[in-house]
């Protein structure tokens, strides 16, 4: 007979990093990340059941819950493991439009997931506007970050049109799938996928590794003091009405479809990437709701956090979270969106070049080991110099 194994061979420490957003994690600010795919058929409920068991369990951090042994956190197998805590299906209320959706999701997202379970569920939303159906995925930030969890989403998907529903699903499998098993499979099927399909996604990873290993070894310690400095240093945001304390109900919107090719045109046209576009256009917005407000906008700046990814595709296996954080002042105060678009360029240039991503990657690891106290410190102190938060997260071009 085999001798029974050691619990604790079975269990992994949660990575410091991990560990911060995990702790960040409050009923008003829910470390969740929430992704939504529309389809324009219904989708079958066990067909859903099938291809997460096929596609996603292989995952080890699916598999797992967190379990605290002697105050410190581990990852383990969790041993009453059941989709069906995981996967819920709903119909939606007539008329099931995107006013329904908005408020059905603007309530996901309110909820936690269950800290006694594997961090992570699904939502199949029937008759959306009729014929079609939406699913919700929700994922904790311990888990990973958004360039892993786009992989994982990616795993779920085929990549050829025609898989029916009488395909047998133990035929079907996903080559993003094998870059997150343990021990991995092999990745070169899964980077030639991606280069096919999610180039940007590519281009950005293997930019942003080479970028944080020439940071690792060529960045002084000079450079990494000035770029703490001044994250320290610099001054709370303005007060306004963006600013306040955070309510439990959240809110969701998103604006209508908006043409990529249209988006790079602009861009082209003004010297300025997709994300200076999309920034500008933000910050326009914000705006023009201040004025709606009754509130000065002019020569006002106030600052978003925007992570910056630090791994490359080979690093996918153990999911997690790689990737720093800039701090970007946005120039509200600035009318003329030509004029805001430039300066925004400049701006993100000019932090993209820095240590501040390196540096911040560096902070998130030292507050997943610090006491809970001093991290709660820590995060307060860069809320206040914080207004907003906004990501882009390159996706599949198919």
Not at 50 to 64: E, V
């Amino acid at each position: 007979m085999n001798a029974p194994q050691d619990p604790d061979t079975l269990r992994e420490p949660l990575s410091a990093v991990d560990h911060a957003w995990l702790r960040m994690d409050e009923p008003s600010n829910l470390m969740i990340i929430n992704g939504v795919l529309v389809m324009d058929e219904p989708v079958s409920f066990e067909r859903v059941r099938a291809l997460i068991r096929r596609r996603l369990l292989p995952i080890p951090r699916f598999r797992q819950h967190i379990i605290h042994v002697d105050g410190d956190p581990y990852w383990e197998e969790d041993p009453e493991l059941e989709l069906d805590h995981h996967i819920h299906r709903m119909e939606m209320p007539r008329p099931g439009d995107d006013n329904v959706l908005r408020e059905i999701i603007s309530s996901l997202m309110s909820e936690p997931l269950d800290p006694k379970r594997p961090l992570w569920s699904f939502h199949l939303l029937e008759n959306y506007k009729g014929s079609g159906c939406v699913f919700v995925g929700r994922l904790h930030h311990c888990i990973g970050d958004g360039m892993a969890l786009l992989l994982v989403l990616l795993s779920l998907t085929d990549v050829e049109k025609g898989g029916g529903g009488d395909v047998d699903l133990d035929e079907l499998d996903s080559p993003f799938t094998d870059l997150f098993r343990q021990p991995p499979h092999g990745s070169e099927a899964a980077r030639q996928l991606a280069e096919r399909i999610m180039p940007d996604g590519i281009r950005l990873m293997q930019q942003s590794a080479e970028a944080f290993r020439s940071m690792g070894t060529v960045v002084t310690g000079v450079a990494s003091i000035s770029a703490f400095s001044r994250l320290v240093l610099r001054l709370p945001d303005p007060s306004t009405i963006y600013k306040g304390p955070l309510g439990i109900p959240k809110r969701v919107a998103w604006s209508e479809p908006i043409a990529v090719d249209d988006v790079k045109e602009v861009g082209r046209a003004l010297h300025g990437t997709i994300n200076d576009v999309l920034l500008s256009a933000m910050t326009g917005g914000l705006r023009r709701y201040l004025g709606s407000r009754g509130e000065k906008a002019n020569g006002l700046n106030f600052r978003a956090a925007m992570p910056v990814n630090l791994r490359s595709l080979d690093d996918m296996a153990d999911l997690g979270n790689q990737f720093g954080l800039i701090f970007l002042s946005l120039p509200v105060g600035i009318a003329d969106p030509v004029e805001r678009l430039a300066e925004l360029h400049r701006r993100t240039l000019a932090l993209k070049r820095s240590a501040e991503p390196v540096v911040v990657y560096a902070i998130l690891k030292l507050l997943g080991v610090v006491p809970l106290a001093v991290q709660r410190m820590v995060v307060s102190l860069f809320a206040a110099k914080t207004t907003a938060v906004m990501t882009n997260v390159p996706g599949p071009r198919e």
